[in-house]
């Protein structure tokens, strides 16, 4: 026996982020030139864990599943932080990293790029992201 479809009227859905800037207000002025590549990476960060400084060439935008992550910008030492269920812009050629507490995080993080470009950029003498 087949299931029947769900209606439009009978799907949830909801919009968790949309926004032309990152988290720290940083606008998006335009995506990267090129042929276009969408990149989808599911991370898994341990508790007391910490991600090396970095920086992205492109729009991504980062949703957590579970656990906690705070978001620390080098430059200002501005900190933002998005539990399970939200989701943050990451910033542009701008130096950042994430790290967590006394929880795992899972993410899944959305790069707007194109072909040949890299998608985490570390810091001289950092270890790579990923």
């Known amino acids: 026996m087949t299931e029947p479809k769900q209606s439009p009227e009978q799907t949830e859905h909801s919009l968790v982020l949309q926004s032309g800037a990152a988290w720290n207000g940083q606008p998006y002025e335009h995506y990267p030139a090129g042929k276009p590549l969408i990149s989808v990476m599911r991370m898994s960060l341990p508790a007391h864990s910490e991600l ?60 707007a790029g194109v072909e040949g470009q890299q998608l985490s950029v570390s810091l001289p003498g950092e270890a790579s992201e990923f």
């Open 52 to 111: 090396p400084w970095h920086t992205h060439p492109m729009p991504n935008t980062a949703y957590v599943l579970s656990g906690q992550l705070t978001i620390e910008d080098k430059e200002s030492g501005e900190k933002h932080q998005v539990s399970a269920g939200e989701a943050l812009n990451e910033t542009l050629n701008s130096a950042h990293r994430g790290y967590t507490t006394d929880e795992a995080t899972e993410l899944v993080i959305f790069y």
